[in-house]
């Protein structure tokens, strides 16, 4: 695992720091396809973080799937999707790289092994 990918669903400015590089969907082109980001991430080592249930599903299909953090909670206002993420997310790293996918809730989060 060598860095996050946020999907073009996220914001592109995050106010937490995670561990890891980040970088956004729109750094790789206007509109790249889920399948592109699928791949990109599979072959750069990345982990998808995104609100598309699409990548949850794709990834009990794909082997080897890349990692994906699914973010299930609704929308949110800016700030408190940031402030969520933020007290969230030195648990969801520690779930990495053990687990392929990340499911967050507003008031859990679920693992889903390799």
Not at 73 to 99: K, Q, S, T, V
Request: hydrophobic residues 45%.
């Amino acid at each position: 695992m060598k860095g996050f990918i946020l999907d073009e669903n996220l914001p592109e400015n995050i106010t937490f720091t995670p561990t890891l590089p980040v970088t956004h969907a729109r750094d790789l082109g206007v509109s790249l396809s889920d399948s592109a980001l699928w791949r990109h991430a599979r072959d750069n080592e990345l982990v998808i973080v995104s609100k598309d249930a699409d990548f949850s599903h794709r990834i009990m299909l794909a082997s080897p799937p890349p990692w994906v953090v699914h973010l299930r909670f609704g929308n949110l206002r800016r700030r408190d999707f940031h402030a969520l993420l933020a007290r969230l997310w030195p648990a969801i790293e520690a779930l990495l790289p053990e687990n392929k996918l990340i499911n967050v809730y507003a008031d859990r989060i679920e693992a889903v092994t390799n």
